[in-house]
């Protein structure tokens, strides 16, 4: 599978999509549904990464499904930190962060892995939308 999912850390609060060479939306559908089911178990927030920093090509129809899935999530998921460098993705991501009051500001976008564990690492910053760039400074 293309799309690898597994947790990030010893406590398990946050869960990191991995997503590596070609993939699909079928494959996304996947990841996801196996996501949710690991966050469900965990009985406590869950923040999640998503990983495009390996590959930022999304096929056809992944916004929309990714949409879809989010109004499925777990009632315990947190934050979703997407790590990319593509500013087209960020973009596409960012206006259904913005037009949609389901998804209600809780994407957040990184260039990096580390960048999103530093995000999620001050809570406080992400709940009074301070921008996660600035953390490199603290």
Not at 28 to 39: F, K, V
Not at 54 to 69: A, S, V
Request: proline residues 4%; contains cysteine.
């Amino acid at each position: 599978m293309a799309i690898a999912v597994d947790w990030d850390n010893l406590e398990r609060t946050i869960i990191r999509l991995d997503f590596g060479g070609e993939w699909s939306v079928g494959a996304l559908d996947e990841a996801i549904r196996r996501a949710w089911d690991m966050i469900g178990k965990a009985n406590h927030k869950v923040d999640a990464v998503l990983n495009l920093t390996e590959h930022c090509n999304l096929p056809d129809g992944t916004i929309m499904r990714f949409q879809g899935m989010l109004a499925a999530a777990p009632a315990s998921l947190g934050f979703v930190v997407i790590a990319c460098r593509a500013y087209a993705i960020e973009n596409a991501f960012g206006l259904l962060n913005a037009i949609n009051p389901m998804i209600g500001g809780r994407l957040v976008f990184v260039p990096s892995v580390e960048g999103a564990r530093s995000a999620l690492a001050h809570p406080y910053t992400l709940n009074n939308s301070v921008s996660p760039a600035q953390l490199g400074n603290s």
